[in-house]
T-cell receptor, first 112, second 119 residues
């Protein structure tokens, strides 16, 4: 079945460091890809998405490009802030029914 | 916009009792809502898809008689954990997809979650 694999955390960075969180997927068909973020004590929020190959999703300085050839959707940010500390989930829609399949989540901790 | 609320935010109950969790879309209508379960430091696992006016669709391995879902209106879905046991303790999260307006499509908007502890 469809699945999402994320790099294990936690990822610990200093403020202003470059961030990459790897995400690869396995899917039949042409899924849409998402990154969700969960801040401490809050629900999941959509960070960005891409609906077809070579699309780049971006929001709040974060970017991810839908790479069909490598089945990847890596999340990047050029300069992280303490306020970016959260758990990041990569996800895809499966089966054309808007069902989301999530990766395990990657915890990011940014220190001043 | 696109705010989803859940009530209660946390609940403690005795083993054998039933617990109802509400999921509301506050500023949009949602034909489809989803219920997830999240164990500590793990990902979200889809439990069921809730469709307004029809029966919910459960994922493989989820007991439909134990996790009763009712989507009675376009803004409310409820999950009832019947005869709860300690192993049902978890974080339950709902999401909703707007069925009209600019937010219509495939993006799911998530509630803040409900933490259930069964003693």
């Amino acid at each position: 079945g469809d699945s999402v694999t994320q790099m294990e955390g936690p990822v610990t960075l200093s403020e202003e460091a470059f961030l990459t969180i790897n995400c690869t997927y396995t899917a039949t068909g042409y899924p849409s890809l998402f990154w969700y973020v969960q801040y401490p004590g809050e629900g999941l929020q959509l960070l960005l998405k891409a609906t077809k190959a070579d699309d780049k999703g971006s929001n709040k300085g974060f970017e991810a490009t839908y790479r069909k050839e490598t089945t990847s959707f890596h999340l990047e940010k050029g300069s992280v802030q303490v306020s970016d500390s959260a758990v990041y989930f990569c996800a895809l829609t499966s089966g054309g029914y808007n069902k989301l399949i999530f990766g395990a989540g990657t915890r990011l901790a940014v220190h001043p | 916009g696109a705010v989803v609320s859940q009530h209660p935010s946390w609940v403690i109950c005795k083993s054998g009792t039933s617990v109802k969790i509400e999921c509301r879309s506050l500023d949009f209508q949602a034909t489809t809502m989803f219920w997830y379960r999240q164990f500590p430091k793990q990902s979200l696992m889809l439990m069921a898809t809730s469709n307004e006016g029809s029966k919910a669709t459960y994922e493989q391995g989820v007991e439909k008689d134990k996790f009763l879902i009712n989507h009675a209106s376009l803004t409310l879905s409820t999950l009832t954990v019947t005869s709860a046991h300690p192993e049902d303790s978890s974080f339950y999260i709902c999401s909703a997809i707007p069925s009209s307006g600019s937010g219509r499509g495939e993006t799911q908007y998530f509630g803040p979650g409900t933490r259930l502890l069964v003693l």
